[in-house]
């Protein structure tokens, strides 16, 4: 079983199913990811002009809809990174680091570096329209420098 913290599982027959997928793409390495974050209410309170206000209350303010991508922070970068063999796909790293045990900017940035060394087909879920816009937004903030061009893609 396959779970990112807080959203899904994934049985390892979908692991499979996926891995076989990407059969057919060129790349050695494939990376399947998923972001999981938190509001950032430091950035919410400054867009609210609620600076020096209780957590709560900018929380509050910011109401029970989802909020837009720059008031997010990175919690977590779940992935699994497989490598194509002779035999077929082998995983080779599974794992969700999270804000508990790595700063923010530490996550981005290993995310990242990782990306750079393996040269991997991305392949996640809601990327394109969550998780690779919140990651370029909080790469900004944190001053990482997020260069994927390389990839076909830049984020």
């Given amino acids: 079983m396959f ?3 807080g959203r899904f599982h994934l049985p390892d027959y979908q692991v499979s199913e996926l891995l076989t997928a990407a059969c057919h793409m060129l790349e050695q390495h494939v990376i399947v990811w998923d972001l999981e974050t938190v509001p950032d209410l430091q950035a919410a309170a400054r867009m609210l002009g609620m600076q020096g206000v209780p957590d709560e209350e900018v929380r509050a303010a910011l109401g029970s809809g989802f909020p837009r991508h720059p008031l997010h ?4 970068i779940g ?6 063999q002779p035999e077929g796909w082998q995983v080779q790293a599974l794992g ?4 508990g045990q790595r700063t923010e900017t530490d996550l981005i ?11 991997p087909q991305l392949i996640t879920f809601n990327g394109h329209s969550f998780d ?12 990482v420098f997020i260069e994927m061009g390389h990839f076909g893609a830049q984020l």
Avoid at 73 to 76: E, G, I, L, N, R
Avoid at 138 to 143: D, F, N, S, T
């Fill in 3 to 5: 779970a990112f913290p």
């Fill in 73 to 76: 922070k990175v919690a977590s």
């Fill in 79 to 84: 992935a699994l990174v497989a490598e194509r």
């Fill in 96 to 99: 969700a680091p999270h804000i």
């Fill in 109 to 119: 940035r290993s995310f990242i570096d990782r990306i750079g060394e393996l040269h």
């Fill in 132 to 143: 690779l816009p919140v990651l370029r937004y909080r790469g900004g903030h944190q001053r």
